[in-house]
């Protein structure tokens, strides 16, 4: 009942910036938190970036101070703003959301199907 949509993904050179967008819709009563993971070819996936519903954010060491990560409660949206790329960002980018649906009263994860970033001159 719920999905969550990502786009943004492409390829860009070193030094570059990308904007990751998700955006969830379905039933949905409430949005505890939202985030980003990403997983390269033979790499375990890993937390990029993590907002709550009370604005605090938390970031992989990798990404702190080049990447920031942004809500918008209105339209169910969360974004990740990456700057100065480097080609280690290089990896598959999955949207998360830990939300509840007000259809099943359940509180689950959700996950997109991910966007490819390539980081590469």
């Known amino acids: 009942q719920v999905q969550l949509v990502e786009s943004g993904g492409g390829l860009v050179q070193p030094g570059g910036s990308l904007r990751l967008s998700c955006a969830a819709s379905?039933?949905?009563?409430?949005?505890?938190?939202m985030g980003w993971h990403r997983q390269a070819p033979g790499k375990q996936r890993e937390l990029v970036a993590v907002?709550?519903?009370?604005?605090?954010?938390n970031y992989a060491d990798s990404v702190k101070g080049r990447f920031t990560i942004a809500r918008s409660n209105a339209e169910n949206t969360v974004y990740l703003q990456m700057n100065s790329l480097k080609p280690e960002d290089t990896a598959v980018y999955y949207c998360?959301?830990?939300?509840?649906?007000?259809?099943?009263?359940?509180?689950?994860?959700?996950w997109g199907q991910g966007t490819q970033v390539t980081v590469s001159s």
């Open positions: 907002i709550t519903s009370t604005d605090s954010t």
């Open positions: 998360n959301a830990d939300l509840r649906d007000w259809r099943t009263a359940r509180r689950n994860d959700y």
């Open positions: 379905g039933s949905i009563l409430s949005i505890y938190a």
